[in-house]
């Protein structure tokens, strides 16, 4: 079980190095990540993008292009065409947005022809790393899926298994958070939770996740808290993955954690056929490459 980014880091090491394609790779902070990735042996890059723009700044993020695969591509949509076919088609492990709108990144994720749809819903799951807790933290949705149905919860929760499944984690606990803790007629989030909790008891959610709710956040990740509100629950205190109700709590959690609490992140798209890592261009470079390497740890072998 991989329990902070140091493991991470040191598993994804021991692994041969996975190839990125990185859609409009002309972007400053991404090429630091490239360089990063690429000094710890982590991956390889195919970097797609426009030359012109490409190579200065390659050159002051300190990336040799010689040791990458570049492929000319000036327009941004095309240049993420490419990469989703590339990831698609096995000549890339994983996907990766440089500078491109997040929306354009996603329409050439789930061309048809790409290859890369699942039939799954595609979620965003959040790593985190914060002092005082005992290990990684996951949370989700707090990037993509704006107000998730009940079904979509589902799918988000079975998305983010498969993440911690990937390091290790058979069996993650999850919390279905709410403002309260009980099930109240006019919180939709509570009710959902309470209905999650059940459907994940009867086998109806995959991936073996223990799933309780509704938590309030308190309860989800203190012990003493839940002790001192009487909850007895196989997640309470202990949970591995935060179900949070919709993107703006998600939003403002994950935030929160980094600016107040100096929590360390990385982030994937999960649900497709091959990793995807979409990262904000506030995110620092090492956010960027824990995120790679996090991919690196889910990323299947080469067809």
Do not use: W
């Not at 021991?14 to 990125?20: F, G, S």
């Not at 991956?43 to 797609?48: C, G, K, R, T």
């Not at 591509?73 to 095309?78: F, L, N, S, T, Y």
């Not at 059940?198 to 203190?222: E, F, H, Y």
């Amino acid at each position: 079980m991989i329990r902070n980014f140091a493991a991470l880091l040191a598993a994804v090491r021991k692994l041969p190095p996975r190839r990125v394609a990185v859609a409009a790779a002309h972007d400053e902070a991404v090429l630091a990540a490239v360089r990063e990735a690429r000094a710890q042996g982590i991956a390889d890059f195919v970097l797609i993008g426009d030359q012109g723009r490409l190579r200065p700044l390659a050159a002051a993020a300190g990336v040799n292009l010689d040791e990458c695969e570049v492929v000319h591509e000036p327009d941004a949509r095309q240049a993420a065409r490419r990469a989703a076919m590339m990831a698609g088609g096995g000549q890339a492990d994983m996907l990766m947005k440089g500078l491109i709108g997040t929306g354009d990144f996603l329409r050439a994720l789930l061309d048809k022809e790409a290859g890369l749809r699942t039939g799954a819903l595609l979620s965003h799951v959040f790593a985190l790393e914060v002092a005082g807790y005992d290990r990684l933290l996951f949370l989700t949705d707090a990037a993509m899926n704006v107000s998730p149905t009940l079904v979509e919860k589902a799918a988000i929760i079975e998305n983010a298994a498969a993440l911690a499944g990937a390091l290790g984690i058979e069996r993650p606990k999850v919390a279905a958070l709410a403002a309260v803790e009980t099930v109240e007629s006019g919180m939709l989030a509570t009710q959902e939770a309470a209905a999650l909790a059940k459907m994940a008891d009867r086998g109806q959610i995959r991936g073996g996740a223990i799933v309780d709710g509704p938590l309030a956040l308190d309860n989800a990740v203190s012990a003493e808290a839940a002790r001192h509100k009487g909850i007895v629950s196989p997640v309470a205190g202990e949970a591995d993955i935060l179900m949070v109700p919709d993107i703006e709590a998600g939003n403002v959690l994950v935030k929160s954690m980094v600016y107040f609490a100096g929590a360390r992140l990385a982030g994937l798209v999960m649900g497709a056929a091959r990793p995807v890592v979409v990262t904000s261009r506030a995110d620092s470079a090492e956010a960027k490459v824990l995120s790679i390497a996090l991919g690196a740890m889910t990323a299947p072998g080469r067809r």
